[in-house]
């Protein structure tokens, strides 16, 4: 191995922020009520609704793909269809828990590009869906996740076009928001602006991959999804029963602006990569590097020596890697990885 272990495996690889960890301590005092009855919970209420500019109702979970499922249960019914990407998480990765906590909930992958799903695709879909059949499931909602599973986000009037062709049929949209941290430094807009005010009903606010420990959240936006979710996620067994520490951790990944510090360093080092290797022959990225993420395609003889060099990252078709920046990507990382591509285009 000619270096250390660099790791760009995925961004739950990474440390959790210390300011969070320091937020776990302050809240480790005195008796609270369980189960969201704490005052950390209560004030984690009021801090969202400021910072989305408008009432919500916030539930701590405990992973992504629980957000996920749960928002999309309370948003659709068991014979409701869910339009998401192909490559979407919850089509992907997450072990059918949408159907699962959907109580048969199906998802229907429709076309876009880069991770997206498009609205004429949407509309398309809808169309001949089978809406009123009863031997059809029926369009219930969309999933768009922001930043896309191929390192790509999603223009706010990208957002707003998906959302009027669901809206227009009665669907609700869904965000999977694991990265949305990283999609708002790209974008440079405000959550209202990246999420509600472009249509989105309920959120999946990620925090673990940004610098969080243990928690992500369901953000709900619209009235008629936050009334059953209650029941949704203590049927699953969902509900934290010390929320105190979840509601903590996630009044300091937004304390101060620290959510978009995190990510923003995470996003300068893929920006960073991205500009190094885009240059290089025999170097192609898959989508536009425009969030933490960077999908390469390149020779697979690269990608075994790259391994065989010490770097960890994740193989995806043949010929294709995922490197994922982390807020705590060194810069050593940085040069470490571009340094390996660039001797190696120079050798051929
Ligand atoms: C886009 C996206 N959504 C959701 C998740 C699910 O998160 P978790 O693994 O915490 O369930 C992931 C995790 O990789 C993800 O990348």
């Not at 500019?53 to 999309?72: H, I």
């Not at 936050?226 to 029963?241: I, K, N, P, Q, T």
């Not at 770097?311 to 990507?329: E, H």
Request: with cysteine; aromatic share 8%; net charge neutral.
């Amino acid at each position: 191995m000619s270096h250390p272990l660099v790791d760009f495996r995925s961004d739950n690889c990474g440390r959790a922020a210390p300011e969070l960890i320091d937020a776990l301590v302050r809240a480790n005092n005195d008796t609270a009520l369980g189960y969201g009855g704490d005052a950390l919970t209560a004030s984690l209420q009021k801090r969202f609704a400021e910072l989305f500019e408008t009432p919500v109702r916030v539930f701590p979970v405990p992973t992504g793909t629980a957000a996920n499922a749960l928002a999309l249960a309370a948003s659709a019914t068991p014979f409701g269809a869910v339009y998401c990407s192909p490559e979407a998480h919850i089509q992907t990765s997450e072990c059918n828990a949408t159907g699962f906590f959907g109580s048969g909930t199906k998802l229907v992958p429709i076309a876009g590009i880069h991770g997206k799903v498009s609205p004429e695709a949407l509309e398309g879909a809808i169309a001949v869906a089978g809406k009123g059949l009863a031997h059809k499931s029926q369009p219930a909602a969309v999933n768009l996740v922001q930043a896309t599973d191929l390192g790509a986000v999603y223009g706010i009037d990208e957002i707003a076009a998906i959302s009027q062709v669901a809206h227009a049929h009665g669907l609700k949209v869904h965000m999977d928001g694991a990265r949305l941290a990283n999609a708002m430094v790209r974008l440079g807009c405000t959550p209202a602006q990246a999420t509600w005010r472009s249509g989105v009903d309920v959120l999946s606010f990620g925090v673990t991959k940004n610098g969080g420990l243990l928690t992500d959240a369901i953000v709900v936006f619209t009235p008629g999804v936050a009334e059953d979710l209650g029941f949704h996620l203590r049927r699953a067994g969902l509900v934290w029963s010390k929320m105190r520490f979840a509601s903590a951790q996630i009044m300091a990944y937004v304390a101060d602006d620290l959510w978009l510090r995190l990510a923003r360093q995470a996003n300068d080092a893929a920006s960073e990569i991205a500009a190094q290797l885009e240059s290089l022959p025999g170097v192609t990225m898959a989508a536009p590097v425009q969030a933490n993420e960077l999908f390469v395609d390149t020779a697979p003889a690269n990608l075994a020596g790259l391994e065989s060099a010490g770097f960890l990252f994740q193989r995806r078709a043949p010929g294709r890697a995922r490197f994922v920046c982390r807020w705590d990507t060194s810069e050593h990382d940085i040069a470490a990885l571009t340094g390996w591509f660039r001797k190696q285009a120079a050798a051929s």
